[in-house]
């Protein structure tokens, strides 16, 4: 047996200095650890021991494990060669392909468990991600503890607004204050904020992950900001358990973000209105929140195609989900009995002339085989019974919620960009893409808060990216 040792080079096993942005990041919270360093899911027979080093949390999510020079030494030798692997016939060793983790408990008696993530761009550390902390011992004595409140940690490149309100439906209280500095510029993205749920005592469950869910996008909403959450703490009613997750945030995030519509100082007064009238069932109904999924998640490209065809998304969730609600009568274009004659014929002509297809050329077995596909694709479309065009269900989505479009798209003319991008993946007219771009942008924003319920001012962009002012008339009441 040849074994073969592929020569790895010093950078790896030794020590350098940290990366400038290391010292650049404010530091939110420091624990101590002790535990192994090992294979995730994968026999380990020989993990490195860690002993009270240091786990650091920053602001700008990142997740930092501190090690002596000789600790370092011995995890990335075990990096290194720790994956046996197969060329010719020989056996030669390389770098494990799976990932690794630490697992242990913290000062506290805290049980952890994280990821560690196979860039070293931050040595002398090691980058963590998805982070646990739990008290092992309640865990393990007690499952059925149910928790009463949670408190999120929230990303934002913007501050996040200070308030707090109330779920009419959900019997819950919430709260955001901030959380720490934000230095303009200096970080892409930033813990900027607490957000704290906390149920009535008369209720008996929350969906938590839910709430914070309804709140963080709607705010990314209001700022055209694309917030997330690093962490959470549970609290529960009777005991000081706490549960902490931080995710971290090891890749770099775009700067790109979108349209503020709702301005600082009044996005608190935002969510205290919007929430004041939010109910399951309205969330439910409209498709309010897949679509608005797809809208913030066009904040994360710096790709304007890409924009784009993530607000046609949106847009198109809003209107499969329009076209479930309404009744099926008015769905159809015209009655089931004249359908029914209509392809009765139709069905007898195709029948016919295959017929005589098959007398006049009885050894053309591939004409036939695509007469039967032209068939299908017609009789399908002969069922299609029901306002199917983009345009036309956009239309009626537009009225059902009263948005005004006419000084965007009078004739209903954006399909012919979305078609082109879908279909081709490129659109050559980049000026009438940006315009429409801002177009769909400004008709989602309108959209979104006609279902939201708002009434007052917002600001969009026109066509050249400028911010106009503007604000929402009132509904006309149906008599």
């Not at 002790?34 to 240091?54: C, H, I, R, Y």
């Amino acid at each position: 047996m040849v074994i073969k040792l592929y020569y790895l080079p010093n950078s790896l096993f030794h020590a350098t200095k940290p990366n400038q942005i290391n010292t650049a990041m404010k530091q939110i919270k420091s624990i101590r650890f002790t535990g192994t360093f090992n294979k995730q899911d994968a026999e380990d027979n020989n993990p490195v021991s860690l002993e009270n080093v240091e786990i650091t949390f920053h602001d700008s999510g990142h997740i930092l494990l501190h090690l002596p020079d000789e600790v370092l030494y011995k995890v990335n030798s075990k990096r290194g060669v720790e994956q046996i692997g197969y060329h010719s016939g020989n056996q030669y060793v390389q770098p494990f392909k799976g990932t690794y983790e630490i697992s242990g408990e913290t000062s506290e008696r805290y049980a952890l468990i994280s990821k560690v993530h196979r860039d070293t761009s931050f040595a002398p550390d090691l980058i963590l991600h998805q982070v646990y902390i739990k008290n092992s011992e309640i865990a393990q004595s007690d499952t059925s503890i149910y928790k009463h409140k949670v408190t999120y940690g929230l990303l934002s490149r913007k501050h996040i607004c200070q308030g707090q309100s109330e779920f009419p439906t959900g019997g819950i209280h919430f709260h955001i204050e901030p959380a720490g500095e934000i230095r303009d510029r200096e970080i892409l993205l930033a813990l900027s904020s607490e957000l704290t749920i906390e149920k009535k005592p008369e209720v008996q469950e929350v969906n938590f992950s839910y709430c914070c869910g309804v709140i963080m996008m709607l705010l990314s909403f209001c700022k055209g900001d694309y917030i997330d959450s690093i962490y959470e703490i549970e609290y529960t009613e009777d005991t000081a358990f706490i549960q902490e997750y931080w995710k971290g945030t090891i890749r770099g995030e775009s700067k790109k973000i979108g349209i503020t519509p709702i301005q600082l100082p009044h996005q608190a007064q935002f969510l205290k209105d919007v929430l004041s009238g939010l109910t399951f069932s309205t969330v439910e109904k409209s498709g309010l929140f897949p679509a608005m999924y797809w809208y913030v998640e066009s904040f994360r490209s710096s790709i304007t195609a890409t924009q784009i065809l993530l607000l046609f998304v949106c847009l198109e969730s809003f209107t499969a989900q329009f076209s479930k609600n309404e009744i099926k009568n008015r769905e159809r274009l015209i009655s089931k009995t004249l359908l029914n004659k209509i392809r009765e014929k139709i069905s007898l002509m195709l029948s016919d002339e295959r017929e005589t297809l098959a007398q006049e050329n009885p050894d053309d077995s591939k004409s036939l085989d695509r007469y039967d596909i032209y068939c299908r694709k017609l009789e399908a479309r002969v069922n299609d019974n029901a306002i199917s065009s983009l345009y036309e269900k956009t239309e009626r989505l537009l009225g059902f919620y009263q948005v005004e479009y006419d000084d965007l798209f009078p004739e209903m003319d954006f399909a012919e960009i979305r078609s082109k991008l879908v279909h081709t993946g490129q659109y050559n007219d980049y000026d009438k893409l940006l315009k429409y771009h801002m177009r769909i942008n400004s008709l989602l924003i309108r959209l979104i808060l006609r279902v939201l319920n708002y009434e007052g001012s917002y600001i969009e962009r026109d066509d050249s990216g400028s911010l106009v002012y503007t604000s929402l008339k009132p509904k006309i009441l149906e008599e």
